[in-house]
């Protein structure tokens, strides 16, 4: 059998036959068509590994309008030099929910500011969301301290 009878073949199998075989061959075949093509190439064009992130955890959560959000953090952020005006014109202002779907483009440290939401590996098993609330440059090194807008600590990445 030559190679275009073989390719017609499996086209028709593929895209036409009804039958759980073919059904199967195209769930895998899809499968590993974004897996391996489309996610990558997301990622090359925006810049970075995570494209698309899931958000798996509440830490970015107010769960209420954000003046009553506010109000109730308001002296973890002054602490930090944050003022209500300031975090108004944030990005996410009002955080986002466990389940949300977020797209990413890469950046540059040089290009991060305070206020501006980061995704990052850390040790947990997934990349962490966080609000960068401190930034700083030593040598050629940026350093970056962020905080889930609901949690009541930060870390540094």
Not at 7 to 27: C, G, N, P
Not at 101 to 128: C, N
Request: charged share 25%.
């Amino acid at each position: 059998m030559n190679f275009k009878i073989f390719l017609k073949k499996t086209w028709k199998f593929i895209w036409h036959d009804d039958s759980l075989a073919s059904w199967i061959v195209s769930f895998i075949l899809a499968f590993l068509i974004v897996k391996f093509i489309v996610y990558p190439g997301i990622g090359f064009i925006t810049g970075t590994d995570y494209p698309i992130v899931a958000v798996v955890s509440v830490s970015m959560e107010h769960n209420q309008n954000f003046d009553s959000w506010w109000e109730a953090n308001k002296d973890w952020y002054v602490g930090y030099d944050i003022q209500k005006e300031d975090f108004q014109k944030f990005i996410f202002k009002n955080g986002f929910d466990k389940g949300d779907i977020i797209f990413l483009k890469g950046s540059k440290p040089k290009d991060i500011k305070v206020g501006d939401v980061i995704v990052f590996e850390s040790t947990t098993e997934y990349p962490v969301i966080h609000r960068v609330v401190k930034a700083w440059q030593k040598d050629d090194i940026y350093y970056f301290q962020t905080k889930g807008d609901n949690n009541g600590d930060s870390y540094s990445a």
